[in-house]
């Protein structure tokens, strides 16, 4: 006998059983659904691309990261995220797009690192981005966190906390006491605030030889907490005289003021003026929001606004604003957790049983009720009745019609409920009463 | 300054536009819903798999359209259809599922292949296959039609014609004219009937050395038309003793008979000898189907039954019955024939305008519609009314609701219709007249 084949997905791949996909797909419904009524619009670009495209924008550790082949004599590589592909694509299709573009994308992306804990090589970006030629009005900043408020809430959430910050306001204070060199080390210790705590992070930027002085307002800023309103007005008393610090300051305080009016709870968003979100393209509102619950699943969606999404491909100027939820790990963070709703492994709401070999009758049925949009299988099986039956109840079908000769003579059918075991006798005239029960 | 970056697409990737895009989701979408209605579950497999895993059920042609490459020591491979990563995922799973295993899938496949018009190397396939554990009723092959049906109706499309065969009726005649080890090369003559005619055929088929007596009966057999009745009889007609001949009459009879059951017109399917279908793993109801008016397409819907899906895998006997649509392939040449309707380059229904610096209302009225799922943008720019309308207008938005303050004052706002002109005043407590409006 020949040897069998290894079957497992590789490190870092994953495919769910039927039920956790369906649970997957309904999640990835209700972004579609919240991303479309928002206005955004469906975008799907290829998974291959040329290596050069895809690596134009990216730093040292994507390069190690990704995926990337010769095919003859092209250099290709899959996409490592769906802001690349977007700004590839938005210069190619420039002269056919409507300005500003609300595009949005959901879909798979790759990144070869060594596989950790809760680290995919493939898995699912759901990714929307407004983008403004030349210019981009505010308020789209304002609007984002009503879109991630209205997704968060719809996947069942009431306790979550989306940050807001300002990339400005640091680069700012950054600028006021001479230290832009030094910036980026300087964030990434912020960055660990919350892990290490402010002495650890004092320690760190005083082995960076910063000034004191620079230490204390760093740290004067950092601890501006309270309502948005209170941390603006702390803003506004620091005094620094800088130009990018008070525009900053003036974008936070706006971008806020629409987020109330757009109806958000005070209690689901914040300003934080910790977060930095890593990536180097971001130069003003920046998001993140953490599951107030499960601080330590870290943030679940993140984004920013960028001035400049496509210098590397064409001369124009075409600033953005976006979002990315990672909803493979997203899952898999909620499933370990029993957060995952796991109903039935699968769609069907009923199953039909003829009982006899004519089947005729009961494949009206079926036909009439899919046009209704009621998922329906057929019993073909020959078997006995009740192994036909534990097929319903192992995939968790919730109804089951019988259909025997009665029913045939007599134009009618009954509708089971699988749980309650009620039974429901329906004339097929009346099918419309059918349909309400298995739709509910 | 920086040579810019090239952004077009490598060749054999497609991506679309807008207004496009909208249309091929609309046609995605059409085909999930008669998955689901049917009964199928959704899975999802990684694009990248092991090498060897992919190969396992390949031949020639296959290895060597396949992307394939090395990551440190592992040899992947790009799945090339949805068929084998199906086997493998069934394999793995086999304990944890219930059978029949009835599973849809709608994902991208990739062949390096040399582009040719019309062939992509990136491209959407749209898959069913009822999994049976040891058995399969065969009517599982007739409602395989009716799903194909089913499709192409909602697709908007009234001729054409979904044809079937059985592989087991050719197979028994070469058994019976013991002439088996020329099978392949016999089907691959056959195969090209329509579009060499019958004297090249029977000129290649007597190169084969064929005799006599066997090419006639090839050709009576082949020249069996007209209804499914007709053929069957002549099937029968033709006396050949052989037990797989014999199972394949009587299977296709069988088939043919519960489609019919199943509501198909008989104007929408017919038995068709002719047919083959490349793939070898096929043993049973082999199906094309084609666009009446446009045969030169091709078949856009195919697919068959094998008795023998997992082997490579684990030892047990896994039968199935499939069918996969090549999306990417069928929109791209229903659009070069202008068969695709592009309605607008967006799924916003209304945009609003708000006239003044004060958003709020427009705002609080945008989030009630959006409540109720219909898709709304609102105008954020500060330039002149007619650009803001120009906005709508591109983009094919068929709605814009005014907020100016006498609106704010009465608690009332204008929808007006983009294309008629006509003005609705609606009072923003009567807001489901507006839904009905815009979700109309």
Do not use: W
């Amino acid at each position: 006998m020949k040897e069998k084949i290894i079957t497992n997905t590789l490190p870092g791949f994953t495919e769910l059983l039927p039920a956790e996909q369906i649970a997957f797909n309904k999640m990835l419904d209700i972004i579609r659904k919240a991303y479309e009524v928002f206005g955004f619009t469906p975008i799907d670009t290829p998974v291959l691309e040329r290596a050069n495209v895809l690596l134009a924008k990216a730093g040292g550790e994507t390069e190690k990261q990704i995926y990337r082949f010769k095919k003859g004599q092209t250099d290709l590589a899959m996409r490592f995220d769906l802001t690349v592909p977007l700004a590839r694509y938005v210069s190619e299709h420039y002269n056919n797009l409507v300005f500003p573009f609300k595009r949005y994308s959901l879909g798979k992306v790759y990144r070869g690192e060594r596989p950790q804990a809760g680290r995919f090589r493939e898995f699912y970006q759901c990714d929307i981005d407004v983008i403004g030629n030349e210019e981009l009005n505010l308020r789209f900043d304002a609007e984002i966190p009503v879109i991630i408020y209205t997704i968060f809430k719809e996947l069942g959430f009431e306790k979550f906390t989306i940050s807001i910050n300002n990339r400005k306001i640091f680069n700012g204070l950054f600028e006021s006491l001479n230290i832009q060199e030094q910036s980026a080390q300087v964030m990434q210790s912020i960055d660990k605030l919350e892990k290490i705590g402010e002495e650890e992070v004092r320690k760190e930027l005083e082995k960076l030889s910063l000034p004191p002085e620079s230490i204390k307002k760093i740290f004067k800023l950092l601890g501006l907490k309270g309502s948005c309103n209170d941390v603006i007005d702390g803003l506004k008393k620091l005094e620094i005289k800088n130009e990018q610090f008070e525009k900053g300051t003036e974008e936070i305080s706006e971008v806020t003021k629409y987020i109330k009016q757009f109806g958000v709870p005070e209690n689901n968003f914040k300003i934080n003026l910790t977060i930095a979100r890593g990536l180097d393209y971001y130069t003003g509102t920046v998001y993140e929001t953490k599951l107030d619950e499960y601080p330590e699943i870290g943030s679940v969606c993140s984004g920013g606004r960028y001035d400049d999404l496509v210098s590397e491909y064409i001369s124009r100027k075409l600033p953005g604003v976006g979002i990315s939820i990672g909803l493979t790990r997203l899952f898999d963070q909620l499933y370990k957790r029993g957060l995952i709703q796991i109903k039935s492994s699968t769609l069907t709401k009923v199953l039909i049983l003829p009982m006899s070999e004519d089947t005729g009758y009961g494949l009206k049925l079926a036909t009439k009720l899919r046009e209704n949009n009621v998922p329906v299988e057929i019993s073909f099986a020959q078997n006995n009745i009740k192994k036909r039956l534990g097929y319903a109840n192992k995939l968790g079908i919730p109804y089951v019609i019988f259909i025997g000769e009665d029913e045939v003579r007599d134009n009618t059918f009954f509708v089971k409920d699988m749980i309650s075991g009620e039974q429901i006798k329906i004339n097929i005239e009346d099918i419309s009463r059918a349909i309400k029960i298995l739709n509910k």
